[in-house]
């Protein structure tokens, strides 16, 4: 990981990176008395990362070049066509093309517009012959805004072409596995949606198999307010309620074939979600575990997380420049390491509470203290199942925060009581949503009845997600944090609350307990001198002058030209805006490229005239 890390974010030439690593082993042994072995290992697997990513790179950029600007080929559609206002999108891949420029098999978006249709919509499977023009991917187009390239790369996708023609020569050309996935997305979004209501079944296709095409923007927005985008993509407790259904099922009968069956639908399941990274992430991690009880074998959680980054990095580099394959282990880690600590803690709180409640004088009448105790005994049951799932929420989001500040600008306060409240009937509504979509191909009657228990559990959920967007406290925009800023937290993080030793005894394990005594030993004043010195640095560095600096922000139409003075102030002049849609440049592009430039205050503001492209969102 940490020579794609390199290779990916580092434009350094492999032999300044090569002897970088050769002198930061040499450290590395230096310090912790390491084998030269296990040290040199280490190296080569760093330096063959980085040559693989580097490889990758230039091929990507190879294959770009190559593409004409206006192509004319014969492509096979992959996805389902998307409806938007003026056109309809798809994914296709190259079969034969023009003057033989391209490999075939690599993909590629179309944009089919509306309006040159002169025959049926191209489906899944269909060969089409088109002309078009090519757009390479754009890189970032504000400093530190979203890549739309890179996004690309993690989807092995290389632009995207407009139609100006395409013609069907073929159907259903698509065989075997691919087919049965797509009939199966196909036929779950139709019977969820015929099943429950507009907005519901949008919602239950989402967290079913983390298709959102449908799911209407009011309802993306207060997910994403609330902190509860995580449902709308699927992740490591669907995988877990998938497991634990299949295997608490079948494994009634014979334990080892439910596990094997299971790693079977999981694999399955990779391919319908479309292989994204959170779903492989626990996917694979699922697998492992029931592969160690299928071998009879211990399962180690860590060592799964760390074969299963290995697998998915191998597979696509470039899911690490992806933010729900960050979130997802970062969240994971979290929660490995540290809910258990919080969950103890907050027991040990209350426990002490208890115990001196109960010197509480109560009446001798036996029945009266029968009911006392059953109550507390229910009210105990609500109290560690709220514990548990505030433990679980706190420790995965404690390692998220510096991502969700550092690539959306937001953090939350109040995360946990949205997590809380939703978490129950996330887990009904999985295992819910599942029965109900399997019902519906046998008797669908009896599924549209089950649908009214379903959709108002799904109403349930958007309601607390919409009650949830409006809490105080919510989403918070911050200034985009340094990477130093975030090491820093993280160190913290781990130092506090303390990195737990292992059970094996390896040098890698060594190493982590050899750090964990250095911290534990002067942890408080490494922290506390840390963070003055950071907080020091940025205040000394506010008063201290420097050049001008002026800045060209790209907002589409319209201008925005920021400007920093040599006494630091700031002046914003005009804002941008749009004349015809509702996208919202201030919030979407300026207000990102002001926190990423590290901007809380404009000090001036100037507008050169009022017309809404250059005006629209700053006054």
């Known amino acids: ?345 907050i027991e040990n709180v209350i426990l002490k509470r208890e115990k001196s409640s109960d010197n509480i004088k109560y009446l001798d009448d036996n029945k009266e203290i029968i009911g006392i105790k059953k109550h507390r005994i229910i009210f105990k049951k609500i109290l560690n199942n709220l514990i548990d799932s505030f433990s679980i929420t706190l420790a995965a989001n404690l390692l998220i925060i510096p991502i969700m500040a550092y690539m959306f600008n937001t953090i939350s306060f109040t995360f946990w009581i949205s997590n809380i409240l939703a978490a129950p009937i996330m887990e009904i509504v999985t295992i819910f949503g599942f029965i109900v979509y399997f019902i519906s191909i046998i008797i669908p009657i009896l599924a549209e009845f089950l649908g009214i228990i379903l959709n108002f559990l799904l109403m349930l959920l958007l309601k607390i997600a919409e009650t949830s967007s409006i809490i105080p406290g919510t989403s918070i925009y911050v200034k985009t944090p340094s990477i130093i800023s975030c090491a820093i937290y993280y160190v913290s993080i781990f130092t506090i609350l303390k990195i737990p030793e292992l059970k094996q005894t390896t040098k890698i394990n060594n190493i982590i307990v050899t750090i964990k005594r250095y911290i534990n030993k002067y942890k408080f004043k490494v922290i506390l001198v840390t963070i003055l010195l950071v907080l020091l640095s940025k205040y000394i560095i506010k008063f201290v002058p420097n050049g001008l600096s002026i800045y060209f922000v790209d907002v589409g139409q319209g201008d925005c030209t920021l400007i920093k003075t040599i006494q630091n102030k700031t002046i914003l002049i005009d804002g941008g805006g749009s004349e015809f849609g509702s996208f919202d440049v201030g919030e979407s592009i300026l207000l990102p490229y002001l926190l990423d430039r590290g901007i809380t205050k404009i000090d001036y503001l100037m507008v050169s005239h009022f017309d809404s492209d250059h005006v629209g969102r700053v006054i």
């Open 1 to 345: 990981m940490i020579g794609i890390l390199i290779g990916l974010y580092l434009q350094i030439g492999i032999v300044f990176l090569s002897i970088g690593l050769i002198i930061l082993t040499c450290v590395i042994i230096k310090i912790f008395k390491l084998k030269k072995g296990i040290s040199f290992i280490f190296t080569m697997i760093c330096i063959i990362a980085i040559m693989h990513v580097d490889t990758l790179e230039k091929n990507y950029e190879k294959m770009i070049s190559k593409i004409p600007k206006e192509i004319n080929m014969q492509a096979i559609v992959i996805s389902d066509g998307i409806d938007k206002e003026y056109k309809y999108t798809y994914v296709i891949k190259v079969i034969k093309i023009e003057n033989n420029v391209l490999e075939k098999n690599i993909k590629i978006n179309l944009n089919l517009k509306k309006n040159i249709l002169k025959e049926d919509l191209p489906k899944f499977g269909d060969i089409i012959e088109i002309t078009g023009n090519y757009e390479e991917p754009e890189s970032a187009r504000n400093y530190k805004s979203f890549n739309y390239k890179d996004y690309l790369k993690s989807k092995g996708n290389y632009g995207t072409i407009d139609c100006k023609s395409c013609s069907i020569i073929s159907n259903n050309n698509i065989r075997g596995v691919n087919k049965a996935i797509h009939l199966v997305q196909s036929n779950l979004k139709n019977n969820m949606t015929r099943t429950l209501n507009e907005e519901e079944g949008a919602l239950c296709v989402g967290i079913l198999i983390g298709d959102r095409e449908k799911i209407s923007d009011t309802t993306e927005e207060n997910f994403k307010r609330s902190n509860l985008t995580h449902l709308l993509a699927v992740s490591g407790s669907h995988i877990t309620y998938i497991i634990v259904a299949l295997t608490n099922t079948i494994g009634k009968t014979n334990r080892k074939f439910a596990n094997i069956f299971t790693i079977i639908f999981l694999i399955f399941f990779m391919a319908l979600t479309e292989f994204t990274a959170s779903v492989m992430r626990a996917s694979i991690m699922g697998i492992l575990t029931l592969m160690a009880s299928i071998l009879n074998r211990k399962s180690d959680t860590i060592n799964n997380l760390g074969i299963s980054s290995l697998i998915l990095l191998m597979y696509n580099p470039y899911f690490l420049l992806d933010a729900g394959f960050l979130l997802s282990y970062a969240g994971t880690i979290g929660i490995i390491l540290f809910s258990d600590k919080i969950k103890n803690f």
